[in-house]
């Protein structure tokens, strides 16, 4: 059977033959993406290393990321001295957490998680192996928090007081396990550990029979079930990068239909994605936190990582109708974004330009 246009990525998989898409036609221009990029460096503070300093702390490592995907897309190097000087001043022992000792080992594995595969991406922008060793020492520190005494497994999110197996923890988890095997010749040891977690994800409970992913588990003796929590996009984006770097690892096809069903379920659900447009579940009753802002980048930043391996490219089409979207409706004339992509714009900081910055990046041709 060959590709037909507009078949969904479950048929693409299933397709005998894939006519590759014709070229998309972007309106994610460099110009435009550019533009928000050097907007949200408006936000970044050279004396703490962090973008906005008073917003939470895994946004800067969050923002960090996304500029280091945007270097590694257009080949610019632009904001090396910026990322050297975060590293340097971040990676000392945090003020919250001197236990951890520094090399952004936190007091919330999730925290952790994000600046890790910050480093593997910037490992992979330098080959600079000092990266590759702050990498593989966080996942040290994160798998220290696996725990076998209740829901069967699973990394703890919360340190202090060891509580809460969630989504989240447990998909950066997947991914950073993922890619340190697909960047490190030879390995078997962290591919052991990625296929660890997955074995134990898929088996929690937390991807609900809608195939998507609630915030975590609720524990009931030493047993656990879903606990129902919201589904936060990035709740439905890290497992999709997770998943792709699993597929990269093994070549196992049904993890690549797993993350079709779950990215499915996302751009056809009416509370994620009303009239088609990404929305995190925070903007229709006004209650974001300074976290929730962030969460739709990540989506995006991990279903481009799904789509580049996936033949026939199913998500171009919903990537590029976000940006047309974002663009016309949720932007102000200095660059900026605002909260909803479906407009209109509200105000900024950093969580909203960076979701904005990841979206740009991800509808970029590779
Ligand atoms: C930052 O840059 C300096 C000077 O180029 C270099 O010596 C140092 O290794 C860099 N630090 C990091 C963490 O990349
Ligand atoms: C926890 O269980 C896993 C199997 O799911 C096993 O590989 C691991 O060694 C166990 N960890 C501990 C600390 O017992
Ligand atoms: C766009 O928003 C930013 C951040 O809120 C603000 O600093 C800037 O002045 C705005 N630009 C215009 C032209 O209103």
């Not at 632009?78 to 001043?89: A, C, D, E, G």
């Not at 580049?308 to 200095?334: C, E, F, K, W």
Request: overall charge negative.
């Amino acid at each position: 059977m060959p590709w037909v246009i507009g078949a969904s990525c479950l048929a693409l998989l299933a397709a005998v033959t894939v006519v590759q898409a014709a070229p998309s036609n972007p309106i994610a221009s460099l110009h435009v993406t550019s533009a928000a990029v050097e907007s949200m460096m408006d936000f970044y503070d050279p004396v703490t290393g962090r973008w906005q300093p008073d917003a939470p702390w895994w946004t800067t490592g969050n923002a960090l990321q996304a500029l280091l995907d945007y270097m590694t897309k257009t080949g610019s190097r632009q904001y090396m001295p910026q990322v050297n000087n975060t590293v340097v001043i971040q990676s000392a022992p945090l003020p919250w957490w001197p236990s951890g000792d520094g090399d952004f080992r936190a007091d919330s594995t999730d925290d952790t998680g994000w600046w890790a595969l910050a480093m593997v991406r910037l490992y992979q922008l330098t080959r600079d192996p000092k990266y590759l060793t702050i990498a593989r020492e966080d996942e040290a520190y994160i798998y220290s928090f696996w725990d076998n005494s209740t829901c069967g497994g699973g990394i703890l999110w919360d340190i202090p007081t060891r509580s809460y197996k969630n989504a989240i923890s447990n998909e950066l988890y997947l991914k950073l396990t993922a890619s340190l095997h697909n960047n490190i010749p030879n390995d078997k040891f962290y591919l052991s550990r990625a296929l660890q977690e997955w074995e134990w994800f898929k088996a929690s409970g937390m991807i609900n029979s809608a195939n998507l992913v609630n915030d975590g588990l609720s524990t009931q003796g030493t047993t656990c079930i879903n606990n129902g929590g919201t589904t936060y996009t990035y709740n439905q984006g890290v497992i999709l990068g997770g998943l792709a770097q699993l597929y990269m690892a093994t070549g196992d096809q049904s993890l690549l239909e797993t993350a079709c069903r779950i990215a499915d379920a996302v751009i056809s659900s009416p509370l994620l994605s009303p009239n088609g447009i990404l929305t995190e579940p925070c903007e229709a009753t006004e209650t974001c936190d300074p976290d929730g802002p962030a969460f739709k980048g990540v989506f995006v930043r991990n279903l481009d990582e799904l789509d580049n391996i996936l033949p026939g490219h199913p998500y171009r089409r919903y990537l590029n109708d976000q940006v047309r979207s974002m663009y016309t409706a949720d932007r102000n004339s200095s660059n900026f974004y605002g909260l909803k992509w479906a407009g209109p714009f509200d105000q900024t900081e950093i969580a909203r330009q960076t979701s904005a910055v990841s979206l740009l990046v991800a509808a970029l041709e590779g």
